[in-house]
Structures are given as C-alpha cells and as structure tokens.
C-alpha cells in the first residue's frame, strides 16, 4: 500500500474557473477526511465520508464546493467558479472506521495545492 | 465546539537540546484523544505521537514524549536530543472519542520548530 494519493499535486487555474481533486485513501480505510490549509495556519475541516456517505461538511463548504464518494473507495472535491480566496493546500486523509483499532488516526496525503489567478 | 490553542507560533532549539512545545484546548468532553502532528517543510503530515485522555499515563514514542494535564487541558509536546530532521511545522490536534459521535480532528495553529546545528 502506498498511503494516501492525491492528484494533482499542483494546480493553477484561472478564476472562474472549475478545478476537481482526487485522493484515493489506504484501501482498508472507510473514512476519508477533506482539510483546507492555507500558507502558516493549521488544516481546517471541509467534510468527511464513511464508507460512501458524507457524514459532516463544515460551514467552510460553501456551495461551490462539492466532494463525492461514489463507491467508497477514491474521492472528488470540486471547486466551482474558483476565487482567489480558495487558494490554498488540499489535503486528504483517511482512517479506520468505528471499531478499528485506528479509527482515531488519520493518514494524510501529500496534498493539492491550488492557485487562483 | 472544541478549540485548540499553540501560543508558541515558532521556536528554535539546538542540535541535541531537549524543547517542549505547549498545547491547550477546550472541551466539555470526558473521553477524547489528543494528537501532535509534524509537517516537514513541502511534505505530508505524519502522526508524532498520541494520547488517549482516559490514561493517565503520559504517551512516550522514542525520542518524543507529552505531559498531559487533564484537568489544566494542558498537552505539551517534549522532543529530547533534537536533531537537524526535527525541523517541522508542529501541529496539536483534538478529536472526540468515536463514540461520543462522528468528529472530526482539529487542529491548532502550529508551532514552527527549527533545530540549530
């Protein structure tokens, strides 16, 4: 097993445009964790799935922000209409689910930095 | 909510001294974990070191180890015989126990550690 993926690593995009993340978690692992970092500060929630169902979203996602796990397994966070404010570092984690020895530990990815011209 | 508070924004330490890093945090929980995250320069954050409140005694991992004060909620980080790969962005983080219901980790501001040769 590799870790937590995430692709791409680095995106630049103008504004108004749409950008899409993927992360694909440990394979073992249900639960998968969006975060927000921006430059100095520490990871900020977004949302979380366990399994296929999105079981949080912060007041952070705004409606332009979008994030799916269709089969449990990989995820998408879509950004739509992007601002300058969304630039940032997109970081994605995973963990066990209830039950698992580890479910309080989360794996993170290397991240999606995202910058909007 | 619950929050997390790193007053120290950044430290420095020379090569082989011992630095503590301070944490504190507010919850109304009893049972929860606390966690102290390390983001080296442009790579993925790894888990340093975790502590279960419900033990009393204080987590230790090599190197690394917390003085965990429930009743001050007060989670200070110690890293002994620092070394040059030390240098990080160091992260406290709090999660609720699982089954106090879905949560998602929160984070502090971190605190910049740079090791000295």
């Known amino acids: 097993d590799t870790g937590v993926s995430q692709d791409p690593r680095h995106k630049i995009t103008k504004r108004g445009q749409n950008v899409t993340f993927r992360c694909d978690p440990i394979?073992?692992?249900?639960?998968l964790y969006w975060y927000r970092q921006t430059l100095g500060q520490g990871p900020e929630f977004l949302t979380y799935?366990?399994?296929?169902?999105?079981?949080?979203k912060s007041r952070l996602l705004s409606d332009r922000f979008s994030a799916e796990r269709p089969k449990g397994s990989f995820s998408t966070l879509e950004i739509q209409r992007t601002e300058q404010g969304d630039s940032a570092m997109y970081l994605c984690?995973?963990?066990?689910?209830?039950?698992?020895?580890?479910?309080?530990?989360?794996?993170f990815g290397a991240g999606s930095r995202l910058t909007v011209l | 909510a619950q929050t997390v508070t790193q007053s120290q924004p950044e430290m420095s330490v020379q090569e082989a001294e011992t630095v503590t890093l301070s944490c504190t945090y507010d919850t109304s929980e009893n049972n929860y974990y606390l966690f102290w995250y390390k983001q080296p320069p442009s790579r993925q954050m790894i888990l340093v070191i975790r502590?279960?409140?419900?033990?009393?005694q204080n987590a230790t991992e090599n190197r690394f180890s917390v003085n965990f004060q429930k009743a001050a909620k007060s989670f200070s980080l110690k890293i002994s015989d620092s070394q040059l790969g030390d240098t990080a962005m160091y992260f406290c983080a709090f999660m609720k126990h699982v089954y106090s219901g879905n949560t998602p980790l929160v984070f502090g501001k971190g605190t910049r550690l740079s090791v000295i040769a």
């Open positions: 799935f366990q399994n296929e169902a999105q079981l949080e």
């Open positions: 984690a995973s963990s066990l689910g209830l039950g698992g020895s580890g479910a309080n530990v989360l794996t």
């Open positions: 502590q279960e409140a419900y033990k009393q």
């Open positions: 394979s073992e692992h249900n639960r």
